[in-house]
């Protein structure tokens, strides 16, 4: 139905996918596998995500950190304020959202030596999403270096 409704204005799909966008921005997420190697590569792992709960991060790549989802202690922090979150599974994920309506996720993989970066951002067009993206992906891995 689509690919008729943009064909009936002489448009392809792609066409109406850049019109949507250029209505109401791009959502664009990228991720990325941020290697730990070595024999010590799973102990950093688990001491970087432990010190990244404990020590809060209130800056991501310049931008303001308003909430932190912990999906391991199964808790947001918001203002300082700790309440529970429901209706996740348990998993030592951390999620931060961000002031400029980026997020970002942090999870160590249990068969390899990486964490992986998740980042997700809201930009007027795709150029700009992408270059983000890749911004806060940059500023991940200085972080967990």
Request: aromatic share 8%; proline share 3%; hydrophobic share 35%.
């Amino acid at each position: 139905e689509v690919a008729s409704y943009y064909a009936s204005r002489g448009m392809t799909v792609f066409d109406g996918l850049q019109e949507i966008w250029q209505k109401y921005g791009v959502a664009y997420e990228i991720t990325r596998a941020i290697e730990m190697p070595g024999i010590g590569g799973q102990k950093k792992m688990a001491e970087l995500m432990s010190k990244l709960r404990n020590e809060h991060l209130t800056e991501i790549g310049g931008s303001k950190v308003l909430k932190i989802q912990d999906f391991l202690q199964k808790e947001t922090i918001e203002n300082g304020k700790k309440t529970p979150l429901e209706g996740f599974p348990e998993s030592n994920v951390l999620k931060y959202f961000l002031d400029d309506e980026t997020w970002v996720a942090l999870r160590p993989s249990g068969t390899e030596p990486v964490i992986k970066a998740y980042v997700g951002v809201n930009k007027k067009d795709i150029a700009t999403a992408e270059k983000a993206a890749e911004d806060y992906q940059k500023a991940l891995a200085d972080l967990l270096k």
